[in-house]
């Protein structure tokens, strides 16, 4: 079998890249909405697709990957990511659509599931440090954070300069998405990557989920709950805190998201640097403090000062929280990589369960309750510290 290159992380940091076109789902599901004259909570069935398929595929993706092992799960994923991008150019009827976000979703949860992974084994697996790891998967979530940001952009572009050949408007995104999509799939083929074997017989789908009963295999999984339930809970109320009590439209308001986008970005880009130079263990106190200071902001603050700030701050601590809970997972269980890897990422279910506990408490005292809702999930993440004690 050829030796890994260290080039390799090349194209699984594009794979990276790929793995952000899930976050399109939100743009576009607004234009689908008034396309075809939908109703919101009918339009509301596309992004909740995305967190339905974690919950289904991530397990099974874990024991696939034992079968046919990390790269080639990648491409599986790659192959069905490139399907759902290609049905809505033919169309973007109310069933096309539908069936292109479920396979947008699928895709990713395989994606998810099996490329953190598969940079363990392109770094030397367990022979590299946790920090390390967790700096390169800090990295690929800034290049996620590219996609991400990308999509609403070329949707816009796409909105306001129709393509008159093919008729996509809008629907351009699914295209450029497209061809970098064939491109990671086609030089992550071309890329030799070596696997170690798995030791063992493989784990079966109840000895999977018996790894949560590893106190560091369920705390890290209910730790990354918490920071996908904090991430969609910021997305979703920041706006809402500052129409009420600045009294701003919504479109005002909206840039609330962009500021959190922005400084979670930075604190990807910049995490990648801060975890080769200082304790993992550091870093996350850091991380958590700066979530803390800023639910305090989020709850009492009524100046547009203080709340940028605070949703800045919430938008930066967060940024790192995923890769360090994962890395921490993975490294604890080097011989079942594959398995918890498949639990951790069935971990952002918490994107559903956060935002319907904060709608309830924010119906009964304001978005203040929504705010303590996501307090409690860095309160959590203030206790997970101890499991850290020798990062």
């Not at 300069?161 to 809008?170: K, L, M, Q, S, T």
């Not at 979670?264 to 880009?269: H, N, P």
Request: hydrophobic share 55%.
């Amino acid at each position: 079998m050829a030796k890994t290159s260290k080039l390799a992380i090349i194209p699984v940091m594009l794979c990276f890249f790929c793995m952000g076109f899930v976050d399109l789902v939100g743009i576009a599901s607004n234009y689908v909405k008034e396309d075809l004259s939908l109703t919101d909570s009918v339009a509301n069935i596309f992004p909740s697709l995305v967190f339905f398929w974690f919950l289904i595929f991530s397990v099974p993706t874990g024991m696939l990957m034992n079968k046919i092992g990390r790269k080639k799960t990648v491409l599986l994923s790659l192959l069905v990511t490139v399907v759902s991008l290609i049905l809505p150019l033919f169309g973007e009827s109310f069933g096309v659509m539908l069936a292109a976000f479920s396979l947008l979703g699928i895709g990713n949860a395989l994606m998810q599931t099996s490329l953190n992974p598969l940079v363990s084994t392109v770094m030397g697996g367990g022979r590299s440090s946790n920090e390390n790891l967790a700096s390169t998967l800090t990295f690929g979530q800034f290049v996620k954070a590219i996609a991400s940001f990308s999509a609403p952009y070329l949707a816009m572009w796409g909105a306001t300069r129709v393509i008159p050949e093919f008729g996509w408007d809008w629907r351009v995104l699914f295209a450029i998405f497209l061809v970098v999509g064939v491109l990671s799939t086609l030089w992550l083929w071309a890329t030799p990557i070596e696997e170690a074997p798995i030791e063992g017989k493989p784990s079966t789908f109840v000895e999977c989920f018996k790894l949560l009963s590893k106190p560091i295999v369920l705390l890290s999984f209910l730790g990354i709950m918490c920071h996908v339930g904090i991430d969609v809970g910021t997305n979703t109320t920041a706006p809402k805190i500052l129409m009420e009590r600045l009294g701003m439209t919504l479109n005002d308001a909206a840039f609330a998201t962009s500021l959190y986008f922005i400084f979670r970005t930075i604190g990807c880009l910049t995490g990648s640097f801060f975890l080769r130079v200082m304790r993992m263990r550091t870093f996350f106190i850091i991380s958590v403090c700066m979530m803390a200071l800023s639910m305090c902001g989020l709850y009492f603050g009524q100046d547009k000062l203080v709340l940028y700030t605070a949703i800045a701050l919430v938008g930066y601590g967060n940024s790192n929280v995923f890769s360090m809970c994962f890395a921490t997972a993975l490294e604890s269980m080097p011989n079942k990589q594959n398995e918890v890897s498949g639990l951790m990422i069935m971990g952002l279910f918490g994107g559903t369960i956060f935002p319907l506990l904060m709608g309830f408490m924010s119906d009964a005292m304001g978005q203040a309750g929504a705010v303590l809702v996501m307090a409690v999930g860095v309160i959590y993440l203030f206790s997970y510290i101890k499991q850290l004690k020798n990062a």
